[in-house]
């Protein structure tokens, strides 16, 4: 049966290129970028977002299938193959892992042992053998668990963590000064992973997080269990990791027995910006059950070379994630996690932004590197796979262009890029814009939920030194009003954002789509003709990878 599927999507492949493939004629850099097909990303969208790649999930059969497709479409363009022996496959050795119901989360306090259940008290955001507790460890409460001596910040400042676990509330302090946390616009410090590695390096066992902005939402909690139920997937050589889990705040105050604070306590010096680190009078211990296995999944990655003798020795590097969440969670009935939104039609304009360079008369001047990542809803694993193993030199790779996400409500007047402010990126964006009769906003507040940089790939080339962006529509739109358009974005982040309802049913703007793809082939075009390198500006956490790779050619 899956053969079968295999080949009639393989027919159907060749007949459609073949037929889009002899109609394409070269042109100048307008004639190109005009004639960017929107049927060519219907068509590849109905594919990528369709139930027969089962949500494109990372290791799993869909996403295998989705990788042979893309691959497919890239030979069809003839973009030189760059991955492992030639090939368009960057393989990655990764391991999964998914917690079983017997797992075991026992909390002790005095003689009395109570027992916390899996999905109603607790999730954990890694599981495997690395996670495991047998003896009773006590519990510190360390705040918001930050370090950030930029903002003369630290939680752990005056106790002492290691071979205990950790608890600490979400989030970061309160301040309205942008000099302290940045104000009203949340930092690095605010994500998991950030606190996690914190705790990580000060010798602690294990880290509970308490998220307060779910107290009092508990239906805010069953998103969360389904967001959690699927498999924990790391790359094969990841760091060291150990206990790890976020704890339901209904249940969140048993942990603070017999403290000389309650949790409500500390909530309200969280107002107050009073909160202090304490030991806590409880203690944990964790068994837990897994199913786990290891596999291989790729990255999809082609080339096209630059036409200046010196320059075509330096790439840019534009990258979408083809990956989504796979078969998880059935809700009203629908297990599949197509992921349109998020992020198949991204996927589809990069392949018709390559296509566009493909037909171009003269090719750009620098070499375009067109990278299809997958895990990046894992934890940015194909991303950070490829910094870790680039196969060409990132002090050669002038700059990332990220897609993930594509304009869908309507054409717009403004234009958003994440991590602009950062580097000189920043007026690449503004040349760009300026041209097309656009302005540049910032995102707006009531998305500004995390650091925006951090949550998708172009943070793990950040992470490398390679000045990095994220380039999105803005609020201001040409047909519909800015405040409906927001109520439409908050609408899909709240019913279809990470769902299986993100699929091939919501309505798309093909004239956004069209208009935001041809911004993305000018901007990408623009760099690739620069004779100037984009920089990291004075300030920016990411100058130092820079200077090293550059340093030490790497």
């Not at 042109?27 to 949500?55: C, P, Y």
């Not at 171009?360 to 991303?383: A, D, H």
């Not at 962006?469 to 739109?477: R, S, V």
């Amino acid at each position: 049966m899956i053969i079968s599927l295999l080949n009639t999507l393989l027919i159907l492949l060749l007949i459609s290129n073949l037929q889009i493939f002899a109609q394409a004629k070269n042109g100048t850099f307008d004639e190109i970028k005009n004639s960017i097909s929107m049927d060519a990303v219907k068509r590849h969208l109905q594919f990528l977002g369709s139930d027969l790649f089962e949500g494109r999930g990372t290791g799993t059969m869909g996403g295998n299938l989705a990788a042979k497709y893309l691959a497919l479409e890239f030979d069809q363009l003839n973009l030189i193959p760059i991955g492992d022996e030639n090939t368009y496959y960057q393989y990655i050795q990764m391991h999964g892992s998914f917690p079983n119901q017997n797992s075991e989360l026992n909390l002790f306090f005095n003689e009395e042992k109570i027992e916390l259940k899996l999905w109603e008290d607790y999730l954990l955001y890694r599981s495997g053998e690395q996670t495991f507790i047998p003896n009773q460890l006590p519990l510190v409460f360390v705040g918001y668990g930050i370090i950030a001596p930029e903002f003369d910040y630290n939680d752990y400042q005056l106790i002492d963590v290691a071979g205990k676990i950790v608890v600490c509330l979400s989030g970061e302090p309160n301040s309205d000064n942008e000099n302290f946390f940045d104000a009203d616009e949340p930092t690095i410090y605010s994500t998991p992973d950030a606190k996690q590695r914190i705790a990580l390096s000060r010798g602690a066992r294990g880290c509970i997080i308490i998220p307060k902005e779910l107290i009092g939402k508990p239906k805010e909690w069953i998103v969360k269990q389904n967001l959690f139920s699927f498999e924990d997937v790391t790359l094969a050589y990841r760091v060291t990791s150990n206990l790890s889990l976020v704890k339901n705040p209904v249940t969140a105050n048993k942990l603070f027995l017999g403290s000389q604070f309650s949790l409500n306590d500390i909530l309200l010096k969280h107002e107050n910006n009073s909160i202090k680190s304490f030991e806590l009078k409880t203690k944990l211990s964790f068994s837990g059950d897994f199913s786990e296995r290891d596999f291989v999944a790729p990255n999809i990655v082609g080339m096209i070379e630059g036409s200046d003798r010196e320059l075509k020795d330096t790439y840019v590097l534009v990258s979408a994630h083809y990956d989504a969440f796979g078969i998880g969670k059935a809700i009203q009935g629908d297990s599949i996690y197509n992921g349109v939104f998020d992020n198949a039609i991204g996927t589809s304009v990069l392949i018709e932004i390559a296509k566009a360079f493909t037909q171009l008369n003269e090719r750009p001047k620098r070499s375009i590197i067109f990278l299809l990542t997958t895990g990046e809803e894992k934890g940015l694993l194909g991303s950070t796979y490829y910094a870790d193993h680039a196969i060409f030199p990132l002090y050669k790779t002038i700059a990332n262009v990220n897609i993930d996400g594509i304009a869908y409500l309507d054409k717009f007047k403004t234009l958003i890029g994440v991590g602009k402010e950062l580097s000189t990126l920043e007026e690449n964006l503004i040349q760009v814009a300026k041209k097309n009769n656009l302005l540049i906003q910032q995102i707006p507040a009531m998305f500004r939920q995390t650091e925006a940089l951090s949550k998708s790939d172009q943070w793990a080339f950040a992470r490398a030194g390679i000045p990095a962006i994220l380039i999105m529509d803005g609020t201001e739109y040409v047909n519909i009003d800015s405040k409906e358009g927001i109520i439409s974005l908050i609408n899909f982040q709240n019913k279809y954002y990470h769902s299986p309802f993100d699929d091939l049913t919501l309505p798309i703007n093909y004239d956004a789509v069209n208009q935001h793809a041809q911004i993305l082939f000018e901007f990408i075009y623009t760099l690739a003709n620069s004779e100037i390198e984009p920089e990291w500006r004075k300030g920016s956490p990411f100058i130092n990878a820079r200077l090293r790779s550059r340093a030490e050619k790497f």
